[in-house]
């Protein structure tokens, strides 16, 4: 029944995630690694040691945003944590959105601007990437002169394509844009290179980030943001009260005392994606794209063929049939190296077929 909703959204395709069977997850980018035993520990003594559930949690996460400042060299009162990034980025919109405002989304790139944009009233504007999939900060710039935006996104790494976009490209956009610009850093410990340092500053600018990835709090929904105070505090203005779990609060607390286990991780991962990377660019009918995230992005070869045979066999990637861009792509997350190397094997397995 649709009969009170806004007409503007009947058309609005919800994100729905199927529930799918499987023995083996790779479509959502989350950490292979769950909290280790350690961390575990120190939140099971907390529980028993008489933390009371019945009360709200801190409003402000003031202990996480401490223990943010301090890691990143920032002050707290240029960070704000969220449910995850989706919260942030809806905060964001609602904050700077009115009706008819435009949005520069990369395309392809994270569906969740485009989606929050429309539910605020706004009009999204997709800049394609080329054919590599790599930013055009000459289009960006078009597309500003042509749309006149309140916000441009950008994501590095990219997803679902891994690549990034360089300081010198984003200084590029902030010389001919004053606008809102946010810059989505969700995967950017799998890069090496962050920009938050050289771009908290500005005074239009929002770095993102999230303990989902490397973090592997996917499962606690914990992001937060970075921008100048004065840009914070207007954030502020549209956040909604106690939206972070004491829990959350404690476990991200907590996984930042333990940086050196996020850091084995990350580089584990990374090796993983790399030695994915290379593998499958042994194998015909794959064209794999490089990668500065926790997944691989390749095209395939009767892309639909190949996700459907790969879950016959009980491996969750993710495929994109819906996206005329992506439609011959796979997206694949880097799992663990027993997970990987079965991945590898039956990928070699079902390409001999495909391509008889």
């Known amino acids: 029944m649709t009969a009170y909703l806004r007409e503007d959204l009947k058309n609005l395709a919800p994100y729905t995630i199927e529930q799918i069977p499987y023995t083996i997850k790779l479509d959502a980018n989350e950490s292979p690694f769950d909290l280790p035993k350690s961390v575990r520990s120190v939140l099971a003594e907390e529980i028993l ?43 964001i919109i609602n904050a700077f959105i009115s ?37 055009n900060v000459d289009r960006f710039s078009c597309y500003i002169e042509d749309y006149k935006p309140k916000i441009v996104f950008l994501c590095s790494p990219n997803n679902p394509t891994g690549n990034v976009i360089s300081k010198k490209e984003v200084l590029q956009i902030l010389k001919v844009y004053n606008g809102i610009v946010v810059l989505d850093e969700a995967y950017v410990e799998f890069s090496g290179t962050s920009l938050i340092r050289e771009l908290i500053e500005y005074p239009n600018v929002i770095v993102l ?40 609060q404690r476990a991200a607390c907590i996984m930042l005392d333990h940086v050196d286990l996020v850091n084995k991780c990350v580089t584990d991962i990374i090796s993983a994606r790399e030695k994915m990377f290379q593998s499958f660019d042994g194998i015909d009918g794959i064209k794999p794209y ?16 190949v996700y459907d045979k790969l879950l016959q066999n ?26 990987n190397d079965y991945l590898i094997s039956l990928l070699k397995k079902i390409m001999s077929e495909v391509l008889v």
């Open 99 to 135: 009706k008819n405002d435009t949005v520069l989304c990369p395309y392809p790139s994270f569906g969740m601007y485009a989606i929050f944009t429309r539910i605020a009233g706004g009009v999204p504007i997709d800049v394609p990437l080329d054919e590599e999939f790599a930013y």
């Open 209 to 248: 980030r999230t303990f989902s990835k490397a973090y592997g709090l996917a499962g606690l929904r914990v992001g937060y943001l970075a921008a100048c105070k004065e840009l914070t505090e207007d954030l502020y203005r549209v956040k909604p009260p106690y939206n972070i779990s004491f829990f959350s």
């Open 290 to 305: 490089p990668s500065k995230a926790n997944f691989i992005l390749a095209k395939f070869k009767d892309a639909i063929s």
């Open 314 to 339: 009980g491996v969750l990637v993710r495929n994109f049939q819906n996206n005329h861009l992506l439609r011959d792509c796979l997206r694949i997350t880097a799992g663990e190296k027993h997970e």
């Open 49 to 91: 040691g008489g933390l009371r559930f019945n009360r709200y949690p801190d409003s402000d996460s003031y202990s996480l945003r401490e223990k943010l400042a301090h890691t990143l060299a920032l002050n707290t009162n240029q960070l704000m944590v969220g449910t995850g990034s989706d919260e942030l980025l809806q905060i």
